[in-house]
């Protein structure tokens, strides 16, 4: 890699303010510039893990049914299981900041833009529920114009 006229290394056009992305470090090592790549090994072992943890749980529970109901509160184990993916994520994140210090990739900070783009799905899920209410409600008028129209119990 070149150096700017600054001394400095280019920063990457694809990442967020001029930093690197997560897990890819640039060290400068008298001029010289070289890329510490992420050991892709261990995170594809971490996702893995997790999709198997997070779909496993909704599996789990509808196995557990017997005689169409549950001997136990649903949501109370969702909670549990929410509850406790919490803990977990906490605890190696106060891991992370004992070995290796609170830096700007593992602090627990954001910015407005960052977060601004929530309200998206946000609203396209009330517009969904909202629909179906409306068609809940279309079923519901129905029946009670049947009553009311052809006096029929």
């Known amino acids: ?44 072992i971490v996702t893995l893990a997790l999709a198997l943890l997070t779909s496993s749980q909704a599996i789990l529970i509808v196995w557990s049914k017997r005689a169409g109901k549950y001997d136990y509160s649903v949501t109370t184990a969702n909670f549990s299981v929410e509850a406790l993916k919490c803990i977990f994520s906490l605890a190696a994140l106060v ?22 783009v929530y309200p998206i799905p946000a609203l396209l899920y009330l517009v969904k529920n909202l629909m179906q209410i409306l068609k809940n409600l279309n079923i519901i008028s129905t029946g009670i114009l049947y009553r009311i129209i052809l006096k029929k119990k």
């Open 95 to 116: 891991r992370i900041w004992n070995s290796h210090g609170v830096t700007a990739d593992n602090k627990l900070s954001t910015t407005f833009g960052e977060v601004s």
């Open 1 to 44: 890699m070149q150096e700017d006229y600054d001394g400095k290394p280019p920063t990457d056009m694809e990442s967020q303010y001029g930093k690197p992305f997560s897990g890819v470090d640039i060290v400068s090592n008298s001029g010289a510039v070289t890329i510490n790549k992420p050991n892709w090994k261990l995170k594809s």
